[in-house]
């Protein structure tokens, strides 16, 4: 990789390319060491965004031997971005497409991780903490090969990528700004007025992006209508050899726990509420603690247990779906195209492999050249990648949303929602939608994870199917998955005597 792809940009000059951006045409860059013929130059990869989506393509793109460089406005807020918003739940679709681009970077993150995969994961009434419907994504993931879901810390794994990537491709202070597409190149702007030209830009920079908004013009992202609490804490559940993570359901309100490994669970708390809210000094925990009174002790517990310092709170936004992602070349990726809620842990993922997909296009497009002793189709190779993402993404990004309405609109008993009338829910008649919802899951859910965690491993070329010897499942998983009372006896089991 030469460095004057990244170190030298191009100046403003009085050549007549363009009204806003006046340009002198840069030398090519050629890869492995050259060649004579303009068509052995690997395409220019030019990536707005240095968050997991960007590294991923970025990381992709240089395993296929593409010229890529990737503009990150800051990269230490990049890492505060990820304290912020805590660990990752990277699952098996994401692990997979990892593995496809990198084997090493890919069991750097998986032993980076915690397991969450190999045990009972699931929905949970709130009031009672008893179980509504389980899931198990070890069986999807094993019977296929694919790694089985960890969640990871977003620094570290924003550390391990920006490494393997290496920081000659990573620009930190630099902001894409504004671009133009000639037709042949296209040209990207920063904020400090320097220019790049690329065979093609990628739109990896967030939910507000700024490379969307000059493609398509300005439009707000939506608010969820939640807000979001979230924290981890020193804590330990009885249950943590049988669970890995919990939704508990209630109405208007839930509630996530997840362990994250080291003795640390992370939590969310998601409240129905207008957006812009702010909480009284030091007032985040005493004001959940009011919000989930009554809740059962799984919750009340863990808030307890986190320090009011490790509480945070930011609304919940996402964005329409669309099918058109982009135009000539330029293209997006990841949240600057498909934001979603966070309810089925897949917004990273479904970045990860939309940078694998991309870059796959990429390369075919430029071995076609090759072939066929012509330029590279930038553009034809940007569609395929669109035509091969959107459906999948919109179906995850649909199920996302309603994931949080059921979560909220949950009555786990008669009387929940009813004013005067709530007296009732002391008497614990399990509400008729309650019963129909869970039939609904058991019958759904199977199938409906199975096509998350594995619908996209035939588009990853040059992996094998295989699993780890150390992905093994807990030796009570699928009992206590038909048995209610096997999780009540692997409870005992493991508390001290």
């Known amino acids: ?64 031997g593409l010229d890529v460089v990737v503009f990150e406005k800051d990269l230490s807020a990049v890492r505060g971005e990820g304290q912020y918003r805590g660990p990752i739940q990277i699952q098996s679709n994401a692990l997979a497409a990892l593995e496809a681009i990198d084997m090493d970077v890919a069991e750097e993150v998986i032993a980076a991780g915690c397991i969450t995969g190999n045990r009972l994961n699931g929905l949970v009434d709130g009031l009672s903490g008893s179980w509504y419907v389980k899931f198990d994504t070890f069986t999807p993931a094993a019977e296929r090969g694919l790694p089985v879901t960890r969640v990871i810390s977003r620094m570290t794994l924003q550390q391990i990528l920006a490494r393997a990537v290496g920081s000659d491709i990573i620009l930190n202070e630099s902001n894409v700004v504004d671009f133009v597409d000639n037709g042949q190149k296209v040209i990207a702007r920063l904020d400090n007025g320097k220019c790049y030209e690329g065979d093609v830009l990628v739109g990896a920079d967030g939910i507000r992006s700024k490379v969307r908004t000059n493609l398509f013009g300005p439009t707000e992202a939506e608010y969820s209508g939640y807000t979001c609490y979230t924290g981890i804490a020193d ?47 030091y007032g985040k925990k005493e004001r959940l603690l009011k919000l989930f009174e009554g809740w059962c002790d799984n919750v009340i517990e863990l808030l307890i247990a986190t320090d009011e310092e490790a509480i945070l709170r930011r609304d919940i936004y996402d964005r329409n779906p669309t099918f058109t992602w982009g135009k000539g070349r330029v293209t997006l990726l990841g949240d600057s195209v498909h934001a979603m809620q ?83 829910t002391k008497y614990r008649i399990p509400h008729p939608g309650r019963i129909a919802g869970g039939i ?58």
């Not at 508990?248 to 957006?275: I, N, T």
């Not at 993404?393 to 949080?404: C, E, G, L, P, T």
């Not at 992996?463 to 093994?472: F, L, Q, T, V």
Request: aromatic share 8%; with cysteine.
């Open 1 to 64: 990789m030469s460095s004057n792809v990244l170190h030298n940009p191009i100046h403003l000059s009085t050549t007549r390319t363009h009204p806003q951006f006046r340009l002198k045409k840069p030398g090519r860059i050629r890869a492995g060491g050259g060649g004579s013929s303009s068509r052995a130059a690997a395409p220019r990869v030019l990536v707005a965004g240095g968050g997991i989506g960007g590294l991923v393509l970025a990381l992709a793109a240089k395993r296929k």
């Open 235 to 281: 804590f330990i559940p009885a249950d943590i050899a049988t669970v890995g993570y919990r939704v508990f359901l209630g109405s208007k309100q839930y509630f996530v726990s997840s362990d994250v490994g080291g003795g640390k669970m992370q939590w969310y708390a998601f409240h129905k509420e207008s957006p812009g809210g702010v909480d009284i000094p």
């Open 342 to 424: 966070p309810n089925l842990g897949q917004g990273g993922c479904m970045a990860i492999e939309d940078g694998h997909q991309l870059a796959e296009e990429l390369d075919k497009a430029w071995k076609q050249s090759f072939e066929s002793q012509s330029a590279v189709d930038i553009v034809s190779s940007l569609k395929r990648y669109e035509d091969a993402r959107k459906l999948r993404v919109a179906i995850i990004h649909a199920s996302a949303r309603m994931a949080a309405y059921m979560a909220s609109t949950y009555k786990g008993y008669l009387g929940v929602g009813l004013g005067p009338l709530s007296f009732i």
């Open 440 to 497: 609904m899951l058991e019958i759904v859910m199977p199938s409906m994870l199975s096509w998350v965690l594995g619908g996209n491993r035939s588009k990853l070329e040059g992996r094998a199917p295989h699993c780890r010897i150390s992905d093994k499942a807990s030796d009570q998983l699928l009992t206590c998955i038909r048995d209610d009372y096997a999780l009540e006896r692997a409870l005992f089991s493991h508390r001290p005597k």
